[in-house]
């Protein structure tokens, strides 16, 4: 079966082709960039960019693909979680195409994307396993007893795990879009220079926390003068990166040895970040668990994966019919 992908729930605009679940004949991501000067996403913005590009970006994808629109089989599109106006410009392009076409469509939530981003590289991974979804929205601890049965084991409490990284980012001048930015600045920096408070939470909690941290670093930044931030900026972003990967890591390979499973995943933007995929594979390997993690343009937003969960979908004969909406926040086992 040929699939279109599409995605646009925040400020990616994506489409992609793929085959029989899992070869991908194309994957291509537009990153706006009018969000620069704002340090943040401008959802209204967002929006319009999203529709000014959506058209090119799914003619570039079929075009990659080789694959003209007539040949196409069926539409996976994102449907939430994600920004309303943006959500909806994916929808109702995939709509109008499923309705001229005739073609069966499936709306696909956005996390059980990011979890699939692991399948369409890994054809070995098999649940049960726990994923660890980390991204600029969301941090969920994921125990997956199955494809498409998801139990939540934990989440966030207050920001994203890459909320934190953007946000500091941000408050220490790191630049934006934030989560690299500290990532690349921390490469050269001692994580045990200068350290910040854990968030571990109650000892048996999966849950996270990582506003305290964002408040520890702004208050440790208030108390140096302009040059000593600035000659401090590699320890800062290292001890900031520590503090956030060893809770990531605790957790995740605590919830993995008492679900009793022997396999981790991580996924989602801030699985990019190179010293959390060092140590959550070090604990992995450590602990005899296998490790799985997407190539890095398969961990930011992409409809490549939104593609491969809509593809498990269709194969079980679920389909969407034209009521699909957007739905902006809809948890991990809600369903269109
Ligand atoms: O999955 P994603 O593209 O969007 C959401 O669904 O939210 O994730 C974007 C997030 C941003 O917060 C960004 O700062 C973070 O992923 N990120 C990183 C890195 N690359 C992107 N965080 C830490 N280290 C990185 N290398
Ligand atoms: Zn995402």
């Given at each position: 079966?040929?699939?279109?992908g599409i995605e646009t729930s925040c400020d990616e605009t994506a489409a992609g082709?793929?085959?029989?679940?899992?070869?991908?004949?194309s994957n291509v991501i537009l990153s706006q960039v009018v969000h620069q000067?704002?340090?943040?996403v401008?959802?209204?913005l967002a929006s319009r960019e999203h529709m000014r590009n959506l058209v090119p970006i799914v003619d570039q994808a079929l075009a990659e693909?080789?694959?003209?629109?007539?040949?196409?089989?069926?539409?996976?599109?994102t449907?939430?979680?994600g920004l309303?106006?943006a959500?909806?410009v994916g929808?109702?392009f995939?709509?109008?195409?499923?309705?001229?076409?005739?073609?069966?469509?499936?709306?696909?939530?956005?996390?059980?994307?990011?979890?699939?981003?692991?399948?369409?590289?890994?054809?070995?991974?098999?649940?049960?396993?726990?994923?660890?979804?980390?991204?600029?929205?969301?941090?969920?601890?994921?125990?997956?007893?199955?494809?498409?049965?998801?139990?939540?084991?934990?989440?966030?409490?207050?920001?994203?795990?890459?909320?934190?990284?953007?946000?500091?980012?941000?408050?220490?001048?790191?630049?934006?879009p934030?989560?690299?930015?500290?990532?690349?600045?921390?490469?050269?920096?001692?994580?045990?220079?200068?350290?910040?408070?854990?968030?571990?939470?109650?000892?048996?909690?999966?849950?996270?926390?990582?506003?305290?941290?964002?408040?520890?670093?702004?208050?440790?930044?208030?108390?140096?003068?302009?040059?000593?931030?600035?000659?401090?900026?590699?320890?800062?972003?290292?001890?900031?990166?520590?503090?956030?990967?060893?809770?990531?890591?605790?957790?995740?390979?605590?919830?993995?040895?008492?679900?009793?499973?022997?396999?981790?995943?991580?996924?989602?933007g801030?699985?990019?970040?190179?010293?959390?995929?060092?140590?959550?594979?070090?604990?992995?390997?450590?602990?005899?668990?296998?490790?799985?993690?997407?190539?890095?343009q398969?961990?930011t937003d992409n409809a490549a994966?939104i593609?491969?969960?809509?593809?498990?979908?269709?194969?079980?004969?679920?389909?969407?019919?034209?009521?699909?909406?957007?739905?902006?926040?809809?948890?991990?086992?809600?369903?269109?």
């Amino acid at each position: 079966m040929l699939l279109l992908g599409i995605e646009t729930s925040c400020d990616e605009t994506a489409a992609g082709v793929l085959k029989d679940r899992r070869t991908l004949l194309s994957n291509v991501i537009l990153s706006q960039v009018v969000h620069q000067p704002y340090g943040g996403v401008v959802p209204e913005l967002a929006s319009r960019e999203h529709m000014r590009n959506l058209v090119p970006i799914v003619d570039q994808a079929l075009a990659e693909a080789k694959t003209p629109l007539e040949k196409i089989e069926g539409l996976a599109v994102t449907f939430g979680p994600g920004l309303v106006g943006a959500l909806l410009v994916g929808i109702s392009f995939a709509k109008a195409v499923a309705v001229s076409r005739r073609l069966p469509i499936i709306g696909v939530n956005h996390l059980e994307g990011h979890i699939f981003s692991n399948a369409l590289e890994h054809p070995e991974l098999e649940p049960p396993f726990v994923c660890l979804v980390v991204s600029g929205g969301h941090t969920l601890l994921v125990l997956v007893k199955n494809w498409g049965v998801y139990r939540l084991l934990g989440q966030t409490r207050d920001d994203a795990a890459g909320e934190a990284f953007d946000k500091v980012a941000k408050l220490l001048g790191a630049g934006y879009p934030g989560g690299q930015k500290i990532d690349d600045l921390a490469q050269t920096g001692n994580p045990a220079r200068i350290t910040f408070p854990r968030a571990y939470l109650e000892k048996e909690a999966y849950d996270f926390s990582f506003s305290g941290l964002k408040t520890a670093v702004a208050l440790y930044v208030q108390k140096l003068s302009e040059r000593e931030r600035e000659n401090l900026l590699p320890h800062l972003c290292a001890g900031f990166q520590e503090a956030v990967v060893d809770v990531l890591v605790a957790k995740t390979v605590r919830a993995a040895e008492e679900s009793n499973v022997s396999a981790i995943a991580v996924a989602g933007g801030v699985a990019r970040n190179r010293r959390l995929r060092q140590r959550l594979g070090d604990e992995a390997s450590r602990r005899g668990m296998k490790f799985f993690v997407p190539v890095p343009q398969f961990c930011t937003d992409n409809a490549a994966m939104i593609a491969a969960a809509g593809a498990f979908h269709l194969s079980r004969g679920e389909r969407s019919d034209l009521s699909l909406n957007a739905a902006p926040y809809v948890p991990l086992n809600g369903v269109a």
